[in-house]
């Protein structure tokens, strides 16, 4: 019997509580406002965006035998995840992300506490999972564990196998940026790219010059964030696309960079062309705007079909 494909992601779980105002934000003050507590961490909102999808997905991380670690992982397994890989950490606290976001919708501040998965995940954990990690046909993974982790990833990691990085932060890129060409795709932001090709991006020739640059490093593929103005692809082959859709009214802008990312990674795992995967890929970001949560409930193949059809330029 042929073994069916699954994704395996490896990084972040949190427990996120964001703050939604209700009126333009005064620093230094009590603001009124919406506040909610949802799963997060970059890597498990991959995933769950991945499972709504339809696809097999195994979530390799580090939760506390909190309340929030009893939280994410009920999450994970109502979103279709698969968990039973994830390691509970005693006396730990589970990681947290906390948002803030304006009246329009947009983060003003993010604060992430994630010293269990830097700290107090055993150096064994991810050896143990060697077989699931190497039988996986696409790797996804953040840098918010750390370098000595997501270098031991890497080693476990076969040779060609598809492993995917999504830099997270200007911070986190930095990490990323010495053995950015280890991966096979990234999934950087303008500002993202710049650190990891080591040069300040100001304008669209620079941009393609950095790509050029990480490209150089042994990176096989490329997909640049770039808002409003869509998605810049670049590859080994020479390859270079742009593509955007036409923009959607944004209700929440978190979440948006995690769709592409599922979005785009499943499309890489049922081998689609660059074009189909760029479409999928910013239709799901679409997806995650529209919706008041970080992951929109109704994630779907026919949701991004029907997005592709009224946002296609």
Not at 67 to 73: K, L, N, V
Not at 158 to 168: E, R
Not at 196 to 215: H, P, T, W
Not at 266 to 282: E, S
């Amino acid at each position: 019997m042929d073994k069916q494909p699954y994704i395996v992601g490896v990084g972040a779980a949190n427990a996120d509580l964001n703050g939604a105002s209700l009126a333009p934000i005064h620093l230094r003050d009590s603001n009124p406002g919406h506040i909610s507590l949802s799963a997060g961490g970059v890597t498990r909102n991959v995933c769950e965006n991945l499972a709504r999808l339809g696809a097999d997905v195994k979530l390799l991380s580090c939760v506390g035998d909190d309340t929030f670690g009893a939280f994410i992982r009920r999450s994970c397994e109502d979103a279709g995840i698969d968990a039973s890989h994830l390691y509970a950490a005693r006396g730990a606290s589970s990681s947290m992300y906390l948002s803030i976001l304006d009246a329009d919708g947009d983060m003003l501040v993010g604060m992430s506490d994630m010293r269990i998965v830097q700290q107090d995940m055993p150096e064994d954990y991810l050896p143990s999972k060697k077989a699931l990690i190497q039988g996986a046909d696409v790797v996804t993974c953040d840098p918010c564990m750390g370098e000595k982790t997501l270098l031991q990833l890497l080693d476990l990691c076969t040779p060609g196998q598809i492993i995917c990085v999504d830099p997270v932060s200007c911070a986190y890129a930095r990490v990323v940026a010495p053995f950015i060409g280890r991966f096979h795709t990234a999934k950087p932001n303008r500002m993202e790219l710049g650190i990891l090709a080591g040069m300040e991006i100001q304008s669209d020739s620079d941009l393609e010059r950095a790509g050029e640059a990480v490209l150089n490093k042994g990176l096989r593929r490329l997909f640049v964030s770039l808002g409003a103005e869509g998605c810049l692809y670049m590859d080994d082959t020479g390859t270079v696309l742009r593509r955007k859709l036409r923009p959607a009214k944004m209700v929440n802008a978190s979440g948006a960079g995690d769709s592409f990312a599922a979005a785009m990674l499943y499309a890489t795992l049922h081998g689609f062309d660059v074009k189909k995967t760029l479409d999928y890929a910013m239709a799901a970001g679409i997806a995650a705007v529209s919706h008041e949560r970080t992951i929109n409930p109704n994630m779907s193949t026919a949701l991004l079909e029907e997005i592709l059809l009224a946002h296609r330029i």
